[in-house]
T-cell receptor, first 113, second 113 residues
Framework: QKEVEQNSGPLSVPEGAIASLNCTYS??????FFWYRQYSGKSPELIMF????GDKEDGRFTAQLNKASQYVSLLIRDSQPSDSATYLC?????????????FGTGTLLAVQP | NAGVTQTPKFRILKIGQSMTLQCAQD?????MYWYRQDPGMGLKLIYY???????DKGEVPNGYNVSRSTTEYFPLRLELAAPSQTSVYFC????????????FGPGTRLTVL
């Protein structure tokens, strides 16, 4: 059973701080990793994806991947109250050309003004 | 483009009733997915389709059925509704195997009493 694990939180950070969200995965063969943001009552939306070991930056967001340790993280710099949401980590299931994603349970982030 | 649309937005069913959740996409995407999301949980894959006429089970298919007669539509059928099927249902699509972003519909909130 392929699994993606996340701390459910809530993770509370003050406005302007760095929020660090972590995710581990069980399948060592996984190649593609995604972070989705989900506001309460809304559908998930893609923030970032990462394939290669190391860091990938996009604005205030940085995704970090360490395949040897099987973890992927998301850093949000200068956190804003509008960043308050649930962040879902997802791993693409590479078995077959199905594009299936395996999601973690999500981490609830609360940014305090 | 309307993207991925779902109807209805909300529905209350009695135990034993049946219904069809509608999903449509106008992006000519080959891959479509049905997920359910229980409170505080991540997304669980119910069924998916890699093209018209091709469907397969996901992680939690029991109590559901799907069909995919055209590229655009991917309805999810609930037979003999049970309280355990109370959840939010999301439909998603992605274009090709190399694409990164699954586009999600707005969701259907279903309650079975």
């Amino acid at each position: 059973q392929k699994e993606v694990e996340q701390n459910s939180g809530p993770l509370s950070v003050p406005e302007g701080a760095i929020a660090s969200l972590n995710c581990t995965y069980s399948d060592r063969g996984s190649q593609s990793f995604f972070w989705y943001r989900q506001y309460s009552g809304k559908s998930p939306e893609l923030i970032m994806f990462i394939y290669s070991n190391g860091d990938k930056e996009d604005g205030r967001f940085t995704a970090q991947l360490n395949k040897a340790s099987q973890y992927v993280s998301l850093l949000i710099r200068d956190s804003q109250p509008s960043d308050s949401a649930t962040y879902l980590c997802a791993v693409r299931d590479y078995g077959g050309a199905t594009n299936k994603l395996i999601f973690g349970t999500g981490t609830l982030l609360a940014v305090q003004p | 483009n309307a993207g991925v649309t779902q109807t209805p937005k909300f529905r209350i069913l009695k135990i034993g009733q049946s219904m069809t959740l509608q999903c449509a996409q106008d992006m000519n995407h080959n891959y479509m997915y049905w997920y359910r999301q229980d409170p505080g949980m991540g997304l669980k894959l119910i069924y998916y389709s890699v093209g018209a006429g091709i469907t397969d089970k996901g992680e939690v298919p029991n109590g559901y059925n799907v069909s995919r007669s055209t590229t655009e539509y991917f309805p999810l059928r609930l037979e003999l509704a049970a309280p355990s099927q109370t959840s939010v249902y999301f439909c998603a699509s992605i274009g090709t195997s190399g694409d990164n972003e699954q586009f999600f519909g707005p969701g259907t909130r279903l309650t079975v009493l």
